[in-house]
């Protein structure tokens, strides 16, 4: 189990979940589809298009890995997530298939979403990357459009060590003739995606060519924004429900990708666009994004967890000003977590600690790295001791942030 595991699980070959849907008669071609990869905000950006869609009437599936509380989170149709009683009758009654091809926790879990979506007769399902793109087990649909958010350094070992490299494996998803969209302008990661697109016969857009995004007004728990399409106002006083000055990167990528399929036929309006993106939390159950837990000291927990997604939670810590900030930090050993501590700022106060996970880096192998590079604070053998011992020492005008890992804010109490 990738998620779990680490890369000892992670299977280089589509073979087995082409197998799982031949023997469950091709589910994912029962339904449309958009396909979401990048480094950061393939979720976010996941979870804004299945709310504008459901606000414009579709039935809505939606698949995103990995969960923070219960499996079922994975795979929601219109923001309900998958019932349990399905996901028991599913393993039992195709444990001979599973026996037989012996396929991933991952590719299970994608054969799995597929049939669901197919037997509820969804009328479009949006599908996250879980890893990659190439080689990723959900990257046997046909999608309408694909999208791929930002590419960053993550998963070097199983993906490449250059942002041409981890392209590469992110314009996989790219197929002939499907209208590709990308979130961000990378000079590095152009390249490749323009010599793929050509080659796939793809029409390729680049989002900020044709939207631009001016934060007018953000809090902790929403924000809003002038929207303008070739510098024509677009959307005025867009409200976002999803804060984090880092959504502002994902939002060209996901209204193109509406504008797209509204000029495929998609009935998309503006109300819808507007509602949708108003209500994304209540809408999706997306969680664990710049998430505000209490207010008196303020407690926020983010997901990100690789350097890019740190840079943006730290800009926007240090946006709010703080007196003092009470980090808790967890990480996973296949990261390059020297290069993550780095960023970490020496006057913040850090409780370190490790998730309940076999992929969790030890704490005193963090606690000894931190110290190492003047970091100072204690360690914790729980998340659960470390965000006690937070909120004991904080006073009530100061911040705790929990993160670090998705395995870190998946063991909050209040989450």
Known sequence: MFHRIGNAAFKKTLHNTIALCEALGQPQQQFKTIHVAGTNGKGSSSHMLAAVLQESGYKTGLYTSPHLKSFTERIRINGQELPEAYLVQFVAEHKPLFERIQPSFFEMTVALAFKYFAEEQVDVAVIEVGLGGRLDSTNIIHPDISLITNIGYDHEALLGNTISAIASEKAGIIKPGVPAVISTRQLEAQEVFEARAEEA????????????????????ERQ??????????????????LAGNYQKYNLPGVLLTLVLLHEKGYHITHTSLRSGLANVKALTGLKGRWQVLNHLPLTICDTGHNEDGIKQVLKQLEGLKPKQVHMVFGAVNDKDITAILHLLPKRYRYYFCQAIIPRALPVQDLYAKAQGLGLEGAKFYTVSEAVAAAKANAAPDEVIFIGGSTFVVAEIEEL
């Open 224 to 241: 809003v924004m002038q929207v303008y399409r070739n510098e024509k106002s677009f959307l005025p006083g867009l409200e976002l429900d």
């Open 201 to 220: 016969g793809a029409p390729l857009f680049f989002a900020p060519d044709q939207f631009r995004i001016e934060v007018t007004e953000a809090n902790l």
